[in-house]
C-alpha cells in the first residue's frame, strides 16, 4: 500500500538524501517530521547552524565520502569503509593513502574515462546519422 504522504511532503531520509547530510546526525526535530520542498528550498538556500556544521565536519552519508575520496560506494566498502566519515577522517585517509584507496581511486578513474570514451562514440555515430540523413 501506498504512503498517504502528500507529493509537497518528504520523509526526512529524502530530505538529509537531497541535503547531502547524515540524517542520525541531524537534529532530532528534523527527523521525526516530514519536509515540504518549500521548507528544503530554504535549507537549501539558508542552511541553519546544524546543517551548515554537518556539511562542513559530517559525519557523512557514504555518497558523500566516496565523492570526497574519488571512489565509488562499492570501493569504498571494498576498502572496509562501511560507517559515515568526519572531514577529518576522511582527510586522515587522503593523506595516509590506503593501498586500497589509491587502487579505487584508479579504477574510478578507468570508470570516467571509459564512461567518456563510450559518449565520445555515441555523439559521433549520432552526428554520422545526421550528416546522412542531411544528404539523403
Not at 547524515?22 to 519536509?35: H, I, K, M, R
Not at 539558508?46 to 557514504?62: D, F, K, S, V, Y
Not at 570526497?68 to 568526519?86: D, K, M, N, W
Request: no cysteine.
Amino acid at each position: 500500500m501506498k504512503s498517504q504522504q502528500s507529493p509537497q511532503t518528504m520523509k526526512p531520509a529524502t530530505a538529509a538524501k537531497k541535503l547531502g547530510v547524515y540524517l542520525p546526525a541531524t537534529p532530532a526535530s528534523f527527523q521525526e517530521g516530514v519536509v515540504t520542498r518549500a521548507e528544503l528550498n530554504e535549507l537549501q538556500a539558508n542552511p541553519p547552524e546544524w546543517l551548515r556544521e554537518l556539511r562542513t565536519n559530517g559525519p557523512h552519508p557514504r555518497p558523500v565520502v566516496a565523492a570526497r575520496l574519488g571512489v565509488s560506494i562499492a570501493g569504498l566498502a571494498r576498502g572496509g569503509v562501511t560507517e559515515p566519515l568526519t572531514t577529518e577522517q576522511i582527510e586522515e585517509l587522503r593523506q595516509e593513502r590506503p593501498e586500497w584507496l589509491e587502487k579505487e581511486r584508479a579504477t574510478q578513474a578507468e570508470v570516467r574515462k571509459e564512461a567518456a570514451r563510450l559518449k565520445d562514440l555515441k555523439q559521433e555515430k549520432a552526428e554520422k546519422r545526421e550528416g546522412g540523413a542531411k544528404r539523403g
